[in-house]
């Protein structure tokens, strides 16, 4: 838990780059990608594609003192990338990369260790789409419990490589509800283009119908209280009245 406050108290600050403790890589990198962007696109590029090694027309590798300015500035993106890497690391999690000598390779070396090799990630990945294709409303859970469930497989999936079309997330989402929800969920169906409701939307539709459930009900439950209550006093006020009478009888 003290680690997931980390992460979220060093994003407080755009012009530093997300810690990672080594728990929410998957989190993270999509962060840390955004990051690197925002300072300059060649910065990832850096990462995602390599090092730019400055060669010269027989595509040798150039001694460094015939390096050109460009050349300079486009070896530097993968230094400026290093260092950003390292910068938002802890101690445990910047030994694992220590003696990297790219920003590409200490990006690969992360990934590995937290995201497994491929073989890993295809178990995991196939575990994740058994669990999204087996996805229900469990009893008891509200529509923000089922967007936080529904969310975390698909955004795991997502960043496994896995794709998915708007409209099979909200057809998805929409028949993993009870019935109890079957009228709301035909009514949306009928209403909607499922093909450009974000699923944001989606659920917020489903919060707000929710949110009117519950109204309904306390309006009830409080209309049920009062016709008990008034059902009580009309009682109470026969009762005595019915003991005044005999009251009034024996002193006959």
């Known amino acids: 838990m003290a680690g997931s406050h980390q992460t979220f108290a060093e994003g407080a600050s755009i ?8 728990e929410n890589y998957a989190f993270w990198k999509v962060r840390m990608q955004i990051f690197m962007e925002s300072i300059d696109i060649d910065i990832w590029d850096a990462v995602a594609s390599g090092p730019f090694v400055p060669t010269n027309n027989m595509q040798e590798p150039k001694p460094r003192d015939q390096w050109t300015a460009q050349d300079k500035k486009k070896f530097g993106n993968d230094v400026k990338a290093r260092n950003i890497i ?3 690391l802890t101690v ?11 920003a590409q390779e200490m990006w690969e070396v992360l990934k590995v260790t937290h995201e497994g090799t491929d073989d890993v990630k295809r178990a995991r990945k196939n575990t994740l789409i058994q669990e999204y294709e087996m996805f229900r409303m469990k009893q008891g859970e509200t529509i923000v419990d089922v967007q936080k469930r529904f969310t975390n497989i698909v955004n795991h999936l997502i960043g496994l490589g896995k794709s998915f079309d708007t409209d099979e997330l909200n057809i998805k989402i929409l028949k993993s ?3 109890s929800w079957q009228p709301k969920v035909t009514a949306i169906s009928e209403s909607q283009n499922l093909n450009t409701m974000t699923m ?3 659920f917020g539709k489903l919060r707000e119908h929710e949110l009117d459930l519950g109204r309904l009900d306390e309006e009830e439950s409080k209309a049920k209280n009062n016709k008990k209550s008034l059902a009580l006093k009309s009682e109470v006020e ?4 019915k003991s ?3 009251d009034s009888d024996e002193e006959e």
């Not at 012009?15 to 080594?22: A, E, H, K, V, Y």
């Not at 026969?238 to 009245?241: D, F, L, Q, V, W």
């Open 244 to 246: 005044e009478d005999e």
């Open 177 to 179: 509800l009870d019935r």
């Open 200 to 202: 944001a939307a989606l």
């Open 15 to 22: 012009n530093r780059p997300p810690l990672f403790t080594g």
């Open 86 to 88: 390292s910068s938002a």
């Open 92 to 102: 445990d999690e910047f030994y694992r990369i220590s003696i990297c000598k790219t």
């Open 238 to 241: 026969r009762s005595k009245g």
